[in-house]
């Protein structure tokens, strides 16, 4: 079985500032690893995600995330945040796509001037 | 590319009745699709796993009777909430895979009130 932990519920950061959520899983087996982006009363998009190869992952809208097997994390980063990127943040992993998806509680993401 | 399509986008019922909410791939075929329940200010639960033309497999704890689903093409499934009650309210959320590279693409979402 699978778990994917995300340590913070809520994080609070200025415009421009860079911003840090934490992601951590177990499992028994290898794993593809995700991170989405919900904004209200709609469904998830995809930011990046980890299938295998490079370490260091670059998604859309300037977000990375870097793969971490000896901690088994994998934190999302962006160096400057702007407004817009408020919104709740998901991590996700699964064994494989025909397989279902864990998801973390979430974290959100607030950004302000 | 990758694109789910849910329909519809919201729905208000009156409660015992039955509401039908879809999730097509349009430019792929899609043998599994995942249907999620999400409450407000909280993460997805996984109902269901939806296999094309065979049974879908519930989740611990999900009502089978209750969430019907049919899987019935490559490109379809349906989620029938039946006899609904004002606890069956949520966002409910499918999702489906092309394949492994592209990882899994969300639909839109459908906001079910049960009034």
């Known amino acids: 079985a699978q778990s994917v932990t995300q340590l913070d519920s809520q994080v609070p950061v200025f415009e421009e500032a860079p911003v840090e959520l934490r992601c951590n899983y177990s499992?028994?087996?290898?794993?593809?690893l995700f991170w989405y982006v919900q904004y209200p009363n709609q469904g998830l998009q995809l930011l990046l995600k980890?299938?295998?190869?490079?370490?260091l992952v670059k998604g859309i809208n300037g977000f990375e995330a870097e793969f971490n097997k000896s901690q088994t994390s994998f934190h999302l980063r962006k160096p400057s945040v702007h407004i817009s990127d408020t919104a709740e943040y998901f991590c996700a992993a699964s064994t494989g796509t025909a397989s279902k998806l864990t998801f973390g509680t979430g974290t959100r993401l607030q950004v302000t001037l | 590319g990758a694109v789910v399509s849910q329909h519809p986008s919201w729905v208000i019922c009156k409660s015992g009745t039955s509401v039908k909410i879809e999730c097509r791939s349009l430019?792929?075929?899609?043998?599994?699709m995942f249907w999620y329940r999400q409450f407000p200010k909280q993460s997805l639960m996984l109902m269901a796993t939806s296999n094309e033309g065979s049974k879908a497999t519930y989740e611990q704890g999900v009502e089978k009777d209750k969430f019907l689903i049919n899987h019935a093409s490559l490109t379809l499934s349906t989620l029938t909430v039946t006899s609904a009650h004002p606890e069956d309210s949520s966002f409910y959320i499918c999702?489906?895979?092309?394949?492994?590279?592209?990882?899994?693409?969300f639909g839109s979402g459908t906001r079910l009130t049960v009034v």
């Open positions: 499992s028994s087996v290898s794993v593809y």
């Open positions: 999702s489906a895979s092309p394949g492994t590279v592209y990882g899994y693409t």
């Open positions: 980890y299938l295998s190869g490079s370490t």
């Open positions: 430019d792929f075929q899609a043998t599994t």
